[in-house]
């Protein structure tokens, strides 16, 4: 749903939250205080999925949270050696194994599936780790962002498109001050993306520990200040 819908109907939940109260409360009744906090629980819930669970568009892409529906599509692209080894985490060895991943790690906050509008299919993941939730340990006001696409969609300019509208995102709606990103050693793809997006070196990671089991890796670090953007838009 487009935001302004997701606000209307969270609006009109906190409405309704309040009319059931008052009604129960003239009522009375022994059990009025564990309905009206069940109750509230329930909508509470319900507001902040709708808010949190954003969807948002680019010329050519969705971008939405990931639903266990897409493990077929997920065991796709990353069951490659050429995509997750590259970013640090090893290949998908079933479409449960996807699904799992798809419950385990891309449902955190701001991790969304890279959509085709013209198939309405996932073909990547991009996502934002807010402060601590950083590989690199950041402040509140500050993110880092992690993306892949599946090696059919390669050199598309997808990504660069779908990580703009996240810098978009992280600074004038959640209030970023700057946005980390970061690459291991060899991966020039994805060192192409940041310096697309207006990400700049900032230093080097040495042996540096991944998902891979064993392996110890140099990473680069790179980083946009909202003031570096706002003045590049």
């Given at each position: 749903k487009p935001p302004r819908l997701r606000l209307i109907k969270s609006l009109t939940l906190i409405v309704l939250f309040g009319k059931i109260t008052e009604s129960l409360y003239y009522?009375?009744?022994?059990?009025?205080?564990?309905?009206?906090?069940?109750?509230?629980?329930?909508?509470?819930?319900?507001?902040?999925?709708?808010?949190?669970?954003?969807?948002?568009?680019?010329?050519?892409?969705?971008?939405?949270?990931w639903q266990e529906d897409d493990a077929d599509e997920l065991y796709k692209y990353a069951k490659d050696l050429q995509v997750g080894p590259a970013a640090g985490w090893p290949v998908h060895t079933s479409v449960e194994n996807s699904r799992e991943i798809i419950r385990t790690v891309l449902s955190a906050v701001e991790t969304y599936a890279v959509v085709l509008k013209q198939t309405c299919k996932p073909v990547g993941s991009i996502g934002l780790m807010i402060g601590r939730q950083s590989?690199?340990?950041?402040?509140?006001?500050?993110?880092?962002?992690?993306?892949?696409?599946?090696?059919?969609?390669?050199?598309?300019?997808?990504?660069?498109?779908?990580?703009?509208?996240?810098?978009?995102?992280?600074?004038?709606?959640?209030?970023?001050?700057?946005?980390?990103?970061?690459?291991?050693?060899?991966?020039?793809?994805?060192?192409?993306?940041?310096e697309k997006c207006g990400f700049k070196y900032m230093f080097t990671k040495c042996n540096v520990s991944s998902q891979l089991v064993g392996e110890l890796r140099t990473e680069h670090i790179t980083c946009l200040t909202k003031m570096e953007w706002l003045t590049s838009k």
């Open positions: 009522q009375g009744g022994e059990n009025t205080d564990i309905l009206i906090f069940t109750i509230g629980l329930y909508i509470f819930t319900s507001i902040n999925r709708n808010l949190i669970d954003m969807e948002l568009q680019t010329q050519r892409l969705l971008l939405r949270p590989n690199i340990g950041l402040p509140d006001n500050e993110c880092e962002v992690g993306y892949w696409i599946g090696v059919p969609y390669w050199g598309q300019g997808l990504i660069p498109e779908a990580v703009r509208e996240l810098q978009h995102r992280a600074f004038e709606v959640l209030g970023m001050q700057k946005m980390w990103a970061g690459y291991f050693d060899g991966n020039e793809k994805s060192k192409r993306v940041q």
